[in-house]
């Protein structure tokens, strides 16, 4: 299959670029501090420990709520680099061959048009599955290792998050076949802002009651459901009493979003893919 050739190509392409080799380089310094840190909650939390006077009543919070509170931080710090790599990974993936001229020496040979925008979404999907699970790996190792702890639901977890990154993909693919690349990223990484913010605000509303506040975000999660599937993975990786405990919060919620938002994000991507495909293929090169 020819796209599969793209998709090759694209993959090699990209690992080629400063840009993914900066944001790994990165990543790697946000392993090594996540370390340090995990290393240093274990510490301080020994240390209050033996500090704890004997007849003193058992502790409101407990060592699983510091360790999944840690879990999280890494697992969103993961979450937002996939997103901001898929953003500028993909943003010129066809609007900036169409203005270097690449693609009128691809296009007479005998490749379909969609077979082009579909290898390039399948290489730069397999470079971010790729680089999701490796990161979320480091987070979990480290949990295990440094603080003896291990997330619940993690593959699960984890394949949420690379829901979000091919639903920026999705955005980001369709975005490169009309406008612009200097268009298409702020476009994205602006729509990509509003989500976060919206899944703030309905959380806010969550917690006053505020049905208007609701409103907003699920209109926001429906526009782009990026940070609704985010808070899923926040929600199923944390044991029960992190959740009851923490409440609502940037990193997490205590209130998921149903299946029907997980098959509603599955079917965003590919109506997104397929009109990727037929935007580029009735367009003027």
């Known amino acids: 299959m020819k796209a599969l050739v793209i998709a090759r190509l694209t993959f090699r392409e990209a690992l080629q670029r400063k840009l993914i080799w900066g944001v790994l380089a990165l990543s790697l310094v946000f392993v090594a501090l996540y370390a340090f840190g995990f290393h240093m909650l274990v510490r301080e939390w020994n240390e209050m420990q033996a500090r704890r006077p004997d007849d003193a009543g058992g502790p409101m919070m407990t060592y699983e709520i510091f360790a999944s509170s840690m879990v999280m931080l890494g697992l969103y710090t993961v979450n ?160 029960q009493i992190a959740i009851s405990f923490t409440g609502p919060n940037p990193l997490g919620t205590t209130v998921p979003p149903s299946a029907t938002a997980v098959q509603y994000s599955i079917a965003y991507c590919l109506v997104l893919l397929l009109a990727a495909m037929l935007v580029f293929r009735r367009r003027d090169l």
């Open 80 to 239: 937002f680099l996939a997103g901001i790599m898929t953003i500028f990974a993909a943003v010129g993936a066809i609007a900036s061959e169409i203005d270097s001229g690449t693609l009128h020496a691809i296009i007479p040979k005998p490749l379909a048009r969609w077979e082009l925008v579909l290898g390039k979404y399948l290489g730069y999907a397999g470079m971010l599955v790729i680089y999701i699970a490796v990161m979320v790996g480091s987070v979990v190792v480290t949990a295990r290792l440094i603080g003896s702890y291990t997330p619940p639901n993690i593959v699960q977890g984890m394949l949420l998050i690379v829901l979000v990154a091919m639903i920026l993909l999705s955005l980001t693919m369709l975005g490169s076949t009309l406008f612009s690349t200097i268009a298409n990223g702020v476009i994205v990484f602006m729509l990509y802002g509003m989500a976060m913010t919206g899944g703030l605000v309905e959380q806010i509303g969550t917690v006053l009651s505020n049905q208007t506040l609701i409103n907003i975000g699920v209109a926001t999660s429906i526009l782009l459901p990026s940070d609704s599937m985010w808070r899923l993975a926040s929600y199923v990786v944390q044991p």
